[in-house]
């Protein structure tokens, strides 16, 4: 069992940057990595993934402003959100998977002011 907890969420004007991390409680080395996000009202988006080769893939609405990256010697995943929008206020999720685990974290909310 992998617990996951992330954590940067907080409230930031329109064009400013955060930076989310999720730490996990142990190696993630070998799964594929997600962040999520979920705004009040609509269903749960898929943002960013880093497969395990580290090959990643971006929601078109976020190529460009956001980056997701991994430490696996810290077994910890981050999401670099630069020129944040309104329109990205939601709760983030990170999300590892392999071929037999499926774990999340609890999410941490961003908001973004205009």
């Known amino acids: 069992q992998v617990q996951l907890v992330e954590s940067g969420g907080g409230l930031v004007q329109a064009g400013g940057s955060l930076r989310l991390s999720c730490a996990a409680s142990?190696?993630?080395?070998?799964?594929?990595a997600y962040w999520y996000r979920q705004a009040p009202g609509k269903q749960r988006e898929l943002v960013a993934t880093?497969?395990?080769?580290?090959?990643?893939n971006y929601a078109d609405s976020v190529k460009g402003r956001f980056t997701i990256s991994r430490d696996n010697a810290k077994n910890t995943m981050y999401l670099q959100m630069n020129s944040l929008q309104p329109e990205d206020t939601a709760v983030y999720y990170c999300?590892?998977?392999?071929?037999?685990?499926?774990?999340w974290g609890q999410g941490t909310q961003v908001t973004v002011s205009s």
């Open positions: 999300n590892v998977q392999n071929v037999l685990h499926n774990y």
């Open positions: 142990g190696s993630i080395f070998r799964f594929n």
């Open positions: 880093m497969f395990s080769s580290a090959s990643t």
